[in-house]
């Protein structure tokens, strides 16, 4: 079946700098620092990328952190727990936006 976005395009991905070489090396270095040990675990940071892969909605990057987060020995339970703390923040954020329409409501009533 084919589908907008072709998974064997994530193997690309480093490709991006073809059309502009410098961009991507910046890019791919400030990456490679991001998910580099540091105050957070190597683990703990992909378990944070898969979440923010489902609220960003990017299948290369769920597909991508899905398989590094099992790499990494996360369970399929700490893996979904945290697409809920995902797709309750998202919830959250949409919600309190709420606020925003019922200021305004209240303001053309009066």
Avoid: W
């Avoid at 991006?16 to 620092?33: L, N, R």
């Amino acid at each position: 079946m084919q589908t907008y976005y072709n998974p064997e395009d994530l193997k690309k991905f480093g490709n991006i700098g073809e059309f502009q070489k410098e961009m991507a090396d910046k890019f791919f270095a400030y990456y490679g620092s991001v998910f580099a040990e540091g105050a957070l675990t190597a683990r703990e940071k992909s378990l944070i990328a898969l979440a923010v892969a489902h609220t960003v909605q990017c299948p290369y990057c769920i597909d991508a952190y899905t398989t590094d987060t099992l790499e990494k020995g996360c369970s399929e339970a700490e893996m979904m727990e945290a697409v809920h703390v995902a797709a309750a923040i998202r919830g959250g954020s949409s919600l309190v936006h709420g606020v925003q329409m019922m200021n305004k409501a209240k303001e053309i009533s009066m």
